[in-house]
C-alpha cells in the first residue's frame, strides 16, 4: 500500500509540474487497474502519441480488412483523379477468401466511391480494383504499400494485398497506431470512415446499392468517433482500430484478434469505461 500511495503521489506531483510549465497533461495518465479486455493485443494512444494502455502490443499479428486504411493512403497519396471511373472485372474477384460481392463484373464507379465503400463497408472489390488500377498496376501498388509503411515508422508490418484477404498481410498494435495517426490526416478517409449509410449507382439500368458502416459504435451516441475500421478473416479473429474524442481528449485505439463478432465493441466499451472512471 506505501509503494502504491507513493507511485500516485509521484505520479500527481509530475503532472503538477508539466502543467506549471505550460505542458498539456493527458487525464488519462498513469490510469489504475485494468479494463479486462479480451482482444488478444492492444494499444491505446493520447494525442501526443503517448501510451495510455498496451496489451502485447508487438505481437506481429494478421490485421485483415484494417489493411484497407494503407490502400487508402496510398491511392490519396499518389492524387489519381478520383473522379475517374473505374470498372469491376474477373480480375477483382477473391479467389482467396471466395467472399462475395454485390459488385458484379461491369459495375462502374469513381474512385472517391471505391475508397468510400472500400472503408465504411470493407467491400474487397472495391479495394482490389483500386489497387490494380494503380500506376504500375498491382505489383507497384503493393510495393507503394510497404514503402508508405516503413516511411510512416512501421517497422513490424508487411502488406501483400489491397483488400487485407491474404493472411500475410501482417502488423502490431503498436505499429497500427501509427498507421492510424497517420490516416487520420487524410479528411476523405476520416469522411469515409465514419459515414453510416452511403448509396452509389453502379449500374446504368438499376437502382441504387445502399451501403452500411461496419462500426456499430457509430450508431452509439455515447462516442464520439473520427476515424475507425473493422477487419475480419479467420486467422486475424475480429479486429477494429479507431480514433476518438472521449472526454475532450484524442485517443487512438487498436485492438486485434478478438474472438466473437461482438467483442470488439465490447472491448472498446470497457476500455471507455475504464479510462472514464480513472480520469
Given at each position: 500500500?506505501?509503494?502504491?500511495?507513493?507511485?500516485?503521489?509521484?505520479?500527481?506531483?509530475?503532472?503538477?509540474?508539466?502543467?506549471?510549465?505550460?505542458?498539456?497533461?493527458?487525464?488519462?495518465?498513469?490510469?489504475?487497474?485494468?479494463?479486462?479486455?479480451?482482444?488478444?493485443?492492444?494499444?491505446?494512444?493520447?494525442?501526443?502519441?503517448?501510451?495510455?494502455?498496451?496489451?502485447?502490443?508487438?505481437?506481429?499479428?494478421?490485421?485483415?480488412?484494417?489493411?484497407?486504411?494503407?490502400?487508402?493512403?496510398?491511392?490519396?497519396?499518389?492524387?489519381?483523379?478520383?473522379?475517374?471511373?473505374?470498372?469491376?472485372?474477373?480480375?477483382?474477384?477473391?479467389?482467396?477468401?471466395?467472399?462475395?460481392?454485390?459488385?458484379?463484373?461491369?459495375?462502374?464507379?469513381?474512385?472517391?466511391?471505391?475508397?468510400?465503400?472500400?472503408?465504411?463497408?470493407?467491400?474487397?472489390?472495391?479495394?482490389?480494383?483500386?489497387g490494380r488500377t494503380f500506376p504500375g498496376g498491382m505489383d507497384a501498388f503493393i510495393v507503394a504499400m510497404n514503402q508508405?509503411?516503413?516511411?510512416?515508422?512501421?517497422?513490424?508490418?508487411?502488406?501483400?494485398?489491397?483488400?487485407?484477404?491474404?493472411?500475410?498481410?501482417?502488423?502490431?498494435?503498436?505499429?497500427?497506431?501509427?498507421?492510424?495517426?497517420?490516416?487520420?490526416?487524410?479528411?476523405?478517409?476520416?469522411?469515409?470512415?465514419?459515414?453510416?449509410?452511403?448509396?452509389?449507382?453502379?449500374?446504368?439500368?438499376?437502382?441504387?446499392?445502399?451501403?452500411?458502416?461496419?462500426?456499430?459504435?457509430?450508431?452509439?451516441?455515447?462516442?464520439?468517433?473520427?476515424?475507425?475500421?473493422?477487419?475480419?478473416?479467420?486467422?486475424?479473429?475480429?479486429?477494429?482500430?479507431?480514433?476518438?474524442?472521449?472526454?475532450?481528449?484524442?485517443?487512438?485505439?487498436?485492438?486485434?484478434?478478438?474472438?466473437?463478432?461482438?467483442?470488439?465493441?465490447?472491448?472498446?466499451?470497457?476500455?471507455?469505461?475504464?479510462?472514464?472512471?480513472?480520469?
Open positions: 500500500m506505501r509503494s502504491q500511495h507513493i507511485l500516485r503521489l509521484g505520479a500527481f506531483v509530475t503532472a503538477l509540474l508539466f502543467a506549471q510549465a505550460g505542458f498539456a497533461v493527458s487525464k488519462f495518465s498513469n490510469l489504475a487497474g485494468n479494463p479486462g479486455l479480451r482482444s488478444a493485443s492492444a494499444m491505446v494512444l493520447d494525442a501526443d502519441g503517448d501510451v495510455i494502455y498496451g496489451k502485447d502490443p508487438y505481437s506481429v499479428r494478421p490485421i485483415a480488412s484494417i489493411t484497407k486504411l494503407m490502400t487508402a493512403m496510398v491511392i490519396l497519396d499518389a492524387q489519381l483523379d478520383l473522379d475517374e471511373k473505374i470498372t469491376i472485372t474477373k480480375a477483382d474477384r477473391d479467389m482467396i477468401k471466395l467472399t462475395g460481392s454485390r459488385l458484379e463484373y461491369g459495375a462502374k464507379l469513381s474512385r472517391r466511391e471505391l475508397i468510400l465503400l472500400a472503408l465504411m463497408s470493407s467491400e474487397n472489390r472495391a479495394a482490389t480494383a483500386l508508405k509503411a516503413r516511411t510512416i515508422g512501421m517497422t513490424d508490418t508487411w502488406f501483400a494485398d489491397p483488400a487485407g484477404l491474404k493472411v500475410d498481410n501482417v502488423s502490431t498494435a503498436a505499429d497500427l497506431a501509427l498507421m492510424v495517426s497517420a490516416a487520420g490526416g487524410y479528411p476523405l478517409i476520416r469522411q469515409a470512415t465514419t459515414t453510416r449509410r452511403q448509396e452509389v449507382r453502379p449500374y446504368s439500368s438499376r437502382g441504387p446499392l445502399a451501403y452500411g458502416n461496419t462500426n456499430r459504435l457509430l450508431k452509439n451516441a455515447s462516442w464520439d468517433i473520427g476515424l475507425s475500421k473493422t477487419g475480419y478473416i479467420n486467422e486475424a479473429g475480429r479486429c477494429l482500430v479507431m480514433q476518438a474524442n472521449i472526454e475532450g481528449e484524442e485517443v487512438s485505439i487498436v485492438l486485434l484478434n478478438s474472438f466473437g463478432k461482438l467483442t470488439p465493441f465490447g472491448d472498446s466499451n470497457r476500455l471507455r469505461k475504464w479510462m472514464l472512471a480513472n480520469s
